[in-house]
């Protein structure tokens, strides 16, 4: 699989539940800190192409996969 993508902040209890997915998973992964790297949703929405009103927001390579709850669905269907 490809590099998953987890853009997420701090306090935010499905960030932590998408990080701990992808330990428990074994993948090779990035989580990255919106508010630590200065990115806003409005940055996120012009990569994604939708309005953001929450995160994590989740790709694996380059593809959006959405939030905890889609990336969970992923999960469960690779397993």
Known sequence: MQTVTIFGREGCGFCQRAKQL???????????????????????????????ETVPQIFIGREHIGGFTEFNELMRTQA
């Open 22 to 52: 992808a330990e428990d998973r074994q993948l090779n992964f990035k989580y990255i800190d919106i508010h630590q790297e200065g990115i806003s949703k409005a940055d996120l929405e012009k990569t994604i192409g939708k309005p953001v």
